[in-house]
Protein backbone atom coordinates (compact mmCIF):
# COMPACT_ATOMS: atom_id res chain seq x y z
CA UNK A 1 0.00 0.00 0.00
CA UNK A 2 1.38 3.20 -1.44
CA UNK A 3 0.69 5.67 1.56
CA UNK A 4 2.29 9.76 2.00
CA UNK A 5 2.25 9.22 5.61
CA UNK A 6 5.78 9.34 7.17
CA UNK A 7 4.98 6.67 9.59
CA UNK A 8 3.50 3.99 9.89
CA UNK A 9 0.99 2.11 12.34
CA UNK A 10 2.65 -0.33 14.01
CA UNK A 11 5.31 2.33 14.65
CA UNK A 12 2.74 4.87 16.38
CA UNK A 13 0.85 1.46 17.91
CA UNK A 14 3.91 -1.33 19.00
CA UNK A 15 7.60 0.89 19.77
CA UNK A 16 6.38 3.47 21.57
CA UNK A 17 8.56 4.15 25.21
CA UNK A 18 6.76 2.55 27.92
CA UNK A 19 7.36 3.27 31.79
CA UNK A 20 4.78 0.51 32.89
CA UNK A 21 6.29 -3.38 33.09
CA UNK A 22 5.57 -5.40 30.68
CA UNK A 23 5.80 -9.34 31.77
CA UNK A 24 5.15 -12.60 30.06
CA UNK A 25 4.56 -10.06 27.01
CA UNK A 26 1.66 -9.07 28.62
CA UNK A 27 1.55 -5.01 27.92
CA UNK A 28 -1.21 -4.28 30.55
CA UNK A 29 0.65 -6.10 33.33
CA UNK A 30 2.22 -3.54 34.94
CA UNK A 31 -0.92 -1.17 34.28
CA UNK A 32 -3.10 -3.29 36.66
CA UNK A 33 -1.52 -3.09 39.59
CA UNK A 34 -3.16 0.86 39.41
CA UNK A 35 -6.28 -0.37 38.64
CA UNK A 36 -9.07 -0.35 41.73
CA UNK A 37 -9.94 -4.04 40.80
CA UNK A 38 -6.69 -5.26 41.65
CA UNK A 39 -5.90 -6.86 45.19
CA UNK A 40 -2.87 -5.91 46.98
CA UNK A 41 -0.78 -9.16 48.23
CA UNK A 42 1.24 -7.24 50.55
CA UNK A 43 -1.19 -4.62 53.06
CA UNK A 44 0.76 -2.10 54.62
CA UNK A 45 -0.02 0.07 58.09
CA UNK A 46 -3.45 -2.14 59.09
CA UNK A 47 -1.97 -4.83 61.76
CA UNK A 48 -3.61 -2.67 64.58
CA UNK A 49 -6.87 -3.15 62.40
CA UNK A 50 -6.58 -6.24 61.43
CA UNK A 51 -5.94 -7.65 64.74
CA UNK A 52 -9.03 -5.65 66.02
CA UNK A 53 -11.04 -7.83 63.65
CA UNK A 54 -9.39 -10.93 64.67
CA UNK A 55 -10.02 -10.22 68.32
CA UNK A 56 -13.80 -9.10 67.64
CA UNK A 57 -14.47 -11.96 65.53
CA UNK A 58 -12.29 -14.64 67.74
CA UNK A 59 -15.93 -16.55 68.37
CA UNK A 60 -16.42 -17.25 64.53
CA UNK A 61 -13.70 -19.78 65.36
CA UNK A 62 -13.62 -20.59 68.91
CA UNK A 63 -17.72 -21.27 69.17
CA UNK A 64 -18.92 -21.14 66.01
CA UNK A 65 -22.57 -21.57 67.00
CA UNK A 66 -22.34 -19.04 69.56
CA UNK A 67 -21.34 -16.35 67.65
CA UNK A 68 -23.45 -13.04 66.82
CA UNK A 69 -20.65 -10.15 66.49
CA UNK A 70 -21.40 -6.75 65.11
CA UNK A 71 -19.03 -4.52 64.27
CA UNK A 72 -18.71 -1.14 62.58
CA UNK A 73 -15.74 -0.34 60.60
CA UNK A 74 -15.63 3.35 60.07
CA UNK A 75 -12.88 5.61 57.88
CA UNK A 76 -13.11 8.53 55.03
CA UNK A 77 -12.25 7.14 51.61
CA UNK A 78 -9.23 5.02 50.80
CA UNK A 79 -7.99 4.09 54.22
CA UNK A 80 -8.07 0.18 53.17
CA UNK A 81 -11.45 -0.47 54.97
CA UNK A 82 -13.06 -2.74 51.90
CA UNK A 83 -8.95 -3.95 51.31
CA UNK A 84 -8.48 -4.64 54.73
CA UNK A 85 -12.31 -6.53 55.45
CA UNK A 86 -11.80 -7.92 52.12
CA UNK A 87 -8.11 -9.82 53.12
CA UNK A 88 -9.89 -10.53 56.90
CA UNK A 89 -13.20 -12.04 55.11
CA UNK A 90 -10.67 -14.49 52.92
CA UNK A 91 -8.04 -15.18 55.50
CA UNK A 92 -10.91 -16.28 57.86
CA UNK A 93 -12.38 -18.45 55.35
CA UNK A 94 -9.18 -20.01 54.26
CA UNK A 95 -8.24 -21.02 58.08
CA UNK A 96 -12.06 -22.21 59.02
CA UNK A 97 -11.98 -24.36 55.80
CA UNK A 98 -8.45 -26.15 56.84
CA UNK A 99 -8.91 -26.38 60.41
CA UNK A 100 -12.66 -27.26 61.09
CA UNK A 101 -13.59 -30.84 62.70
CA UNK A 102 -15.62 -32.90 61.32
CA UNK A 103 -19.48 -31.97 62.06
CA UNK A 104 -18.51 -28.07 62.75
CA UNK A 105 -20.26 -25.95 60.34
CA UNK A 106 -19.25 -24.32 57.20
CA UNK A 107 -18.61 -20.97 57.17
CA UNK A 108 -19.32 -18.78 54.65
CA UNK A 109 -18.12 -15.01 53.99
CA UNK A 110 -20.00 -12.49 51.87
CA UNK A 111 -18.68 -9.02 51.03
CA UNK A 112 -21.96 -6.71 49.25
CA UNK A 113 -20.78 -3.39 48.45
CA UNK A 114 -24.36 -1.38 48.74
CA UNK A 115 -23.61 1.03 46.10
CA UNK A 116 -23.85 -1.93 43.51
CA UNK A 117 -26.66 -3.68 45.63
CA UNK A 118 -28.54 -1.05 46.30
CA UNK A 119 -31.63 -2.49 48.57
CA UNK A 120 -31.78 -5.13 51.10
CA UNK A 121 -34.14 -6.84 49.14
CA UNK A 122 -31.74 -7.14 46.75
CA UNK A 123 -28.90 -7.84 49.25
CA UNK A 124 -30.87 -10.98 50.60
CA UNK A 125 -31.68 -12.35 47.31
CA UNK A 126 -28.26 -12.25 46.25
CA UNK A 127 -26.71 -14.16 49.15
CA UNK A 128 -29.75 -16.84 48.89
CA UNK A 129 -29.03 -17.33 45.23
CA UNK A 130 -25.53 -18.30 46.60
CA UNK A 131 -26.43 -20.50 49.63
CA UNK A 132 -29.69 -21.92 46.80
CA UNK A 133 -28.73 -22.28 43.34
CA UNK A 134 -31.54 -20.95 41.09
CA UNK A 135 -33.51 -18.87 43.78
CA UNK A 136 -35.79 -16.86 42.58
CA UNK A 137 -34.90 -12.82 42.06
CA UNK A 138 -38.69 -12.16 42.88
CA UNK A 139 -41.61 -13.15 44.83
CA UNK A 140 -40.88 -12.67 48.16
CA UNK A 141 -40.96 -9.43 51.06
CA UNK A 142 -37.76 -8.55 52.26
CA UNK A 143 -38.88 -10.28 55.91
CA UNK A 144 -39.83 -13.51 54.67
CA UNK A 145 -36.34 -13.76 53.18
CA UNK A 146 -34.72 -12.77 56.49
CA UNK A 147 -36.65 -15.69 57.51
CA UNK A 148 -35.41 -17.97 54.63
CA UNK A 149 -31.84 -17.06 54.88
CA UNK A 150 -32.22 -17.67 59.25
CA UNK A 151 -33.76 -21.19 58.52
CA UNK A 152 -30.90 -22.06 56.17
CA UNK A 153 -28.07 -20.67 58.49
CA UNK A 154 -29.48 -23.58 60.63
CA UNK A 155 -30.63 -25.96 57.98
CA UNK A 156 -27.09 -26.63 56.05
CA UNK A 157 -25.30 -26.03 59.19
CA UNK A 158 -23.21 -22.53 58.54
CA UNK A 159 -21.63 -19.66 59.88
CA UNK A 160 -21.75 -16.72 58.19
CA UNK A 161 -19.85 -13.27 58.12
CA UNK A 162 -21.42 -10.67 56.46
CA UNK A 163 -19.75 -7.57 55.36
CA UNK A 164 -22.29 -4.43 54.08
CA UNK A 165 -19.68 -2.25 52.70
CA UNK A 166 -20.59 1.23 51.90
CA UNK A 167 -23.86 1.37 54.10
CA UNK A 168 -24.21 4.83 53.19
CA UNK A 169 -25.97 4.03 49.91
CA UNK A 170 -28.88 2.43 52.13
CA UNK A 171 -31.92 4.31 51.46
CA UNK A 172 -31.75 5.86 55.34
CA UNK A 173 -35.17 4.52 55.99
CA UNK A 174 -34.36 1.38 54.32
CA UNK A 175 -31.42 1.10 55.93
CA UNK A 176 -32.56 1.33 59.60
CA UNK A 177 -35.13 -1.70 59.37
CA UNK A 178 -33.06 -3.68 57.94
CA UNK A 179 -30.14 -2.61 60.61
CA UNK A 180 -32.57 -3.74 63.10
CA UNK A 181 -33.64 -6.56 61.76
CA UNK A 182 -30.48 -7.95 61.12
CA UNK A 183 -29.44 -7.26 64.84
CA UNK A 184 -32.11 -9.46 65.84
CA UNK A 185 -32.03 -12.09 63.48
CA UNK A 186 -31.98 -14.87 65.49
CA UNK A 187 -33.99 -13.73 68.25
CA UNK A 188 -37.41 -14.82 66.43
CA UNK A 189 -39.26 -17.20 68.31
CA UNK A 190 -40.30 -18.98 65.23
CA UNK A 191 -36.93 -20.27 64.51
CA UNK A 192 -36.42 -20.82 67.96
CA UNK A 193 -39.56 -23.27 67.84
CA UNK A 194 -38.82 -24.36 63.95
CA UNK A 195 -35.90 -25.83 65.50
CA UNK A 196 -36.71 -26.78 69.24
CA UNK A 197 -33.94 -24.21 70.67
CA UNK A 198 -34.43 -23.48 73.92
CA UNK A 199 -34.42 -20.15 75.32
CA UNK A 200 -31.34 -20.81 77.16
CA UNK A 201 -29.62 -22.55 74.88
CA UNK A 202 -27.90 -20.10 72.58
CA UNK A 203 -27.76 -20.89 68.87
CA UNK A 204 -26.00 -17.83 66.94
CA UNK A 205 -24.22 -17.98 63.36
CA UNK A 206 -24.62 -14.82 61.92
CA UNK A 207 -21.96 -12.28 62.10
CA UNK A 208 -21.80 -8.45 60.55
CA UNK A 209 -19.25 -6.05 59.55
CA UNK A 210 -20.89 -2.76 58.49
CA UNK A 211 -18.65 -0.10 56.93
CA UNK A 212 -19.27 2.88 56.66
CA UNK A 213 -18.06 6.77 56.19
CA UNK A 214 -19.90 8.31 57.83
CA UNK A 215 -18.63 9.55 61.30
CA UNK A 216 -21.72 10.07 62.45
CA UNK A 217 -23.37 6.75 61.76
CA UNK A 218 -23.85 5.03 65.19
CA UNK A 219 -25.64 8.28 65.87
CA UNK A 220 -28.37 7.58 63.56
CA UNK A 221 -29.06 4.40 64.88
CA UNK A 222 -32.23 4.00 66.92
CA UNK A 223 -31.31 2.90 70.65
CA UNK A 224 -32.36 -1.22 70.07
CA UNK A 225 -30.17 -1.42 66.86
CA UNK A 226 -27.25 0.50 68.28
CA UNK A 227 -26.93 -1.45 71.61
CA UNK A 228 -26.62 -4.36 69.54
CA UNK A 229 -24.43 -3.04 66.78
CA UNK A 230 -22.49 0.03 68.46
CA UNK A 231 -20.38 -1.40 70.60
CA UNK A 232 -17.72 -2.80 68.75
CA UNK A 233 -16.12 -0.18 66.74
CA UNK A 234 -12.97 0.20 64.80
CA UNK A 235 -11.34 3.30 62.97
CA UNK A 236 -9.73 3.83 60.12
CA UNK A 237 -7.25 6.96 60.35
CA UNK A 238 -6.11 8.42 56.99
CA UNK A 239 -2.43 7.42 56.64
CA UNK A 240 -0.07 9.44 56.66
CA UNK A 241 2.97 10.59 54.20
CA UNK A 242 4.96 7.37 55.07
CA UNK A 243 2.35 5.13 55.00
CA UNK A 244 1.15 6.21 51.97
CA UNK A 245 4.85 6.27 50.40
CA UNK A 246 5.31 2.63 51.46
CA UNK A 247 1.78 1.45 49.91
CA UNK A 248 3.49 3.58 46.44
CA UNK A 249 6.44 1.87 46.75
CA UNK A 250 4.55 -1.91 46.57
CA UNK A 251 2.28 -0.52 43.39
CA UNK A 252 5.25 1.29 41.67
CA UNK A 253 8.08 -1.96 42.17
CA UNK A 254 5.12 -4.14 40.59
CA UNK A 255 3.79 -2.01 38.06
CA UNK A 256 6.47 0.36 36.92
CA UNK A 257 9.91 -0.21 34.99
CA UNK A 258 12.84 -0.31 37.64
CA UNK A 259 14.74 3.10 35.89
CA UNK A 260 11.35 5.33 35.30
CA UNK A 261 11.11 6.30 39.12
CA UNK A 262 12.75 7.70 42.03
CA UNK A 263 12.23 7.34 45.45
CA UNK A 264 11.93 11.43 45.51
CA UNK A 265 9.52 11.07 42.76
CA UNK A 266 7.28 8.65 45.16
CA UNK A 267 7.46 10.93 48.20
CA UNK A 268 5.72 14.08 46.11
CA UNK A 269 2.97 12.01 45.20
CA UNK A 270 3.27 10.64 48.92
CA UNK A 271 3.05 14.19 50.22
CA UNK A 272 0.31 15.66 48.02
CA UNK A 273 -2.08 12.87 48.89
CA UNK A 274 -1.14 12.92 52.25
CA UNK A 275 -3.95 15.92 53.52
CA UNK A 276 -6.61 13.12 52.65
CA UNK A 277 -4.43 10.16 53.46
CA UNK A 278 -6.29 8.67 50.96
CA UNK A 279 -4.29 5.63 49.27
CA UNK A 280 -6.65 5.74 46.33
CA UNK A 281 -5.97 9.19 45.53
CA UNK A 282 -2.19 8.59 45.34
CA UNK A 283 -2.20 5.22 43.50
CA UNK A 284 -4.21 7.07 40.57
CA UNK A 285 -1.97 10.40 41.01
CA UNK A 286 0.99 7.51 40.50
CA UNK A 287 -0.43 5.73 37.42
CA UNK A 288 -1.70 9.46 35.72
CA UNK A 289 1.82 10.80 36.47
CA UNK A 290 2.83 7.37 34.07
CA UNK A 291 0.32 8.02 31.47
CA UNK A 292 1.63 11.89 31.42
CA UNK A 293 5.09 10.44 31.04
CA UNK A 294 4.32 8.17 28.40
CA UNK A 295 2.35 10.24 26.36
CA UNK A 296 4.89 12.44 26.30
CA UNK A 297 7.54 9.91 25.01
CA UNK A 298 9.85 10.28 28.34
CA UNK A 299 10.90 7.22 30.14
CA UNK A 300 11.42 9.16 33.42
CA UNK A 301 8.60 10.07 35.74
CA UNK A 302 9.40 14.00 36.88
CA UNK A 303 7.70 16.32 39.39
CA UNK A 304 6.29 18.27 36.56
CA UNK A 305 4.49 14.98 35.36
CA UNK A 306 3.07 14.93 38.98
CA UNK A 307 2.08 18.20 38.80
CA UNK A 308 -0.06 17.80 35.80
CA UNK A 309 -1.21 14.55 36.82
CA UNK A 310 -2.78 16.13 40.01
CA UNK A 311 -5.36 18.51 37.83
CA UNK A 312 -6.41 15.47 36.57
CA UNK A 313 -7.41 13.30 39.45
CA UNK A 314 -10.97 13.79 40.90
CA UNK A 315 -10.14 13.77 44.27
CA UNK A 316 -13.25 11.62 44.65
CA UNK A 317 -13.89 8.32 43.26
CA UNK A 318 -15.86 9.25 39.71
CA UNK A 319 -17.59 5.95 40.60
CA UNK A 320 -19.84 7.78 43.43
CA UNK A 321 -21.35 10.47 40.75
CA UNK A 322 -21.81 7.54 38.11
CA UNK A 323 -23.93 5.83 40.69
CA UNK A 324 -26.76 8.67 41.43
CA UNK A 325 -29.91 9.41 40.26
CA UNK A 326 -30.56 11.50 37.22
CA UNK A 327 -32.00 14.09 39.85
CA UNK A 328 -29.43 13.62 42.36
CA UNK A 329 -27.00 14.13 39.31
CA UNK A 330 -28.74 17.66 38.49
CA UNK A 331 -28.75 19.36 42.13
CA UNK A 332 -25.03 18.63 42.10
CA UNK A 333 -24.62 20.30 38.52
CA UNK A 334 -27.14 23.07 40.07
CA UNK A 335 -24.80 23.62 43.01
CA UNK A 336 -21.71 23.70 40.83
CA UNK A 337 -23.13 25.83 38.49
CA UNK A 338 -23.22 28.41 40.77
CA UNK A 339 -20.84 27.54 42.73
CA UNK A 340 -18.42 28.49 39.66
CA UNK A 341 -20.61 31.33 38.58
CA UNK A 342 -20.84 33.26 41.83
CA UNK A 343 -17.35 32.19 42.33
CA UNK A 344 -18.43 31.75 46.11
CA UNK A 345 -17.02 29.44 48.54
CA UNK A 346 -20.58 28.18 49.20
CA UNK A 347 -24.61 28.92 47.78
CA UNK A 348 -27.99 28.45 49.95
CA UNK A 349 -30.27 26.25 49.84
CA UNK A 350 -33.05 28.20 48.21
CA UNK A 351 -30.40 29.36 45.20
CA UNK A 352 -29.62 25.83 44.74
CA UNK A 353 -33.23 25.19 44.31
CA UNK A 354 -33.80 28.16 42.19
CA UNK A 355 -30.59 26.67 39.68
CA UNK A 356 -31.94 23.05 39.97
CA UNK A 357 -35.73 24.14 38.19
CA UNK A 358 -33.31 26.20 35.68
CA UNK A 359 -32.27 23.42 35.22
CA UNK A 360 -34.21 20.95 34.87
CA UNK A 361 -36.28 23.09 32.47
CA UNK A 362 -33.52 23.08 30.84
CA UNK A 363 -32.66 19.15 30.52
CA UNK A 364 -36.38 18.80 29.96
CA UNK A 365 -37.01 17.20 33.10
CA UNK A 366 -40.12 18.16 35.41
CA UNK A 367 -38.24 19.34 38.32
CA UNK A 368 -39.32 17.89 41.90
CA UNK A 369 -40.93 18.95 44.91
CA UNK A 370 -38.98 21.18 47.60
CA UNK A 371 -39.08 18.51 50.02
CA UNK A 372 -37.47 15.90 47.59
CA UNK A 373 -34.87 18.87 46.42
CA UNK A 374 -34.21 18.73 50.29
CA UNK A 375 -33.87 14.85 50.25
CA UNK A 376 -31.19 14.86 47.72
CA UNK A 377 -29.41 17.61 49.23
CA UNK A 378 -29.31 15.14 52.28
CA UNK A 379 -28.07 12.48 49.90
CA UNK A 380 -25.41 14.32 48.21
CA UNK A 381 -24.48 15.33 51.70
CA UNK A 382 -24.27 11.63 53.27
CA UNK A 383 -22.13 10.64 50.15
CA UNK A 384 -19.29 13.15 51.20
CA UNK A 385 -19.71 15.09 47.75
CA UNK A 386 -20.90 17.97 49.66
CA UNK A 387 -20.75 20.10 52.76
CA UNK A 388 -24.28 20.84 54.60
CA UNK A 389 -24.27 24.17 57.60
CA UNK A 390 -26.38 26.05 59.29
CA UNK A 391 -24.65 29.21 60.46
CA UNK A 392 -26.19 32.32 61.69
CA UNK A 393 -25.66 35.57 59.68
CA UNK A 394 -25.17 39.19 60.50
CA UNK A 395 -24.65 42.14 58.71
CA UNK A 396 -23.83 45.44 60.97
CA UNK A 397 -24.42 43.84 63.43
CA UNK A 398 -28.22 43.07 63.16
CA UNK A 399 -28.58 39.27 62.99
CA UNK A 400 -30.07 37.67 59.79
CA UNK A 401 -30.93 34.37 61.18
CA UNK A 402 -29.50 31.04 60.57
CA UNK A 403 -29.44 29.74 56.72
CA UNK A 404 -28.51 26.62 55.74
CA UNK A 405 -25.14 27.13 53.52
CA UNK A 406 -23.63 24.13 50.97
CA UNK A 407 -20.21 23.88 49.86
CA UNK A 408 -18.25 21.15 47.72
CA UNK A 409 -14.70 21.07 49.14
CA UNK A 410 -13.00 18.81 47.36
CA UNK A 411 -14.44 18.75 43.95
CA UNK A 412 -13.79 20.97 41.27
CA UNK A 413 -16.20 22.43 39.82
CA UNK A 414 -15.42 22.51 36.20
CA UNK A 415 -15.48 18.92 36.10
CA UNK A 416 -18.53 18.43 37.43
CA UNK A 417 -20.25 20.66 35.27
CA UNK A 418 -18.37 18.97 32.01
CA UNK A 419 -19.13 15.39 33.51
CA UNK A 420 -22.92 16.12 34.26
CA UNK A 421 -23.04 18.84 31.76
CA UNK A 422 -23.94 16.15 29.36
CA UNK A 423 -27.76 15.41 31.00
CA UNK A 424 -28.73 18.91 29.81
CA UNK A 425 -28.60 17.65 26.11
CA UNK A 426 -30.54 14.73 26.34
CA UNK A 427 -27.45 11.83 26.88
N1 LIG B 1 -2.68 -0.72 53.65
C1 LIG B 1 -2.71 -0.83 52.33
N2 LIG B 1 -1.73 -1.49 51.66
C2 LIG B 1 -1.77 -1.60 50.31
N3 LIG B 1 -2.73 -1.06 49.53
C3 LIG B 1 -3.73 -0.38 50.14
C4 LIG B 1 -3.77 -0.24 51.57
N4 LIG B 1 -4.86 0.48 51.91
C5 LIG B 1 -5.48 0.77 50.77
N5 LIG B 1 -4.83 0.26 49.71
C6 LIG B 1 -5.23 0.41 48.29
O1 LIG B 1 -5.79 1.72 48.16
C7 LIG B 1 -7.01 1.68 47.42
C8 LIG B 1 -8.16 2.15 48.29
O2 LIG B 1 -8.38 1.21 49.34
P1 LIG B 1 -9.86 0.77 49.76
O3 LIG B 1 -9.73 -0.43 50.63
O4 LIG B 1 -10.71 0.64 48.56
O5 LIG B 1 -10.31 2.02 50.62
P2 LIG B 1 -11.72 2.35 51.26
O6 LIG B 1 -12.56 1.12 51.15
O7 LIG B 1 -11.42 2.74 52.67
O8 LIG B 1 -12.28 3.51 50.46
C9 LIG B 1 -7.15 0.24 46.93
O9 LIG B 1 -6.58 0.18 45.64
C10 LIG B 1 -6.33 -0.56 47.91
O10 LIG B 1 -5.80 -1.72 47.27
MG1 LIG C 1 -14.36 0.84 50.10
Not at 119 to 126: D, N
Not at 268 to 283: N, P
Not at 359 to 384: F, H, M, N, P
Request: aromatic content about 10%; hydrophobic content about 35%.
Amino acid sequence: MNTNKNYSFSDLFGSHPTVFREDDGDVNQGEKVFTSSYTPHSIWHREDEMKALVSYFKSIITSPTASSKKVILYGPVGTGKTVISHAFGTELTTYIAKNRDHGEPRFRYFHINCRKTKTPHLILTTILRYLVSGFPLRGFSVDELLRMFTLLLYEQNLTVLLVLDEIDYLLPEERTDFLYSLSRLEESPIIREEFELSQDRLESRFNLLTITRDKNFRYYLDTSTASSLGRNYITFAPYTRYQLFDILATRAELGLCEDSYSDELLDTVASLAEEKGDARFAIELLWRTAKICEAEGEKKLSTEHVRRAVVEVLPIEKSIIDDLNTHQKLVLLSIARLLSVCNQSFVTTLEVKGEYERVCEEASIRSRRQTQVWAYLKDLGRLGLIQQEVENRHTNGRSLGRISTIRIRDLPTEEIITSLGSLLNGD
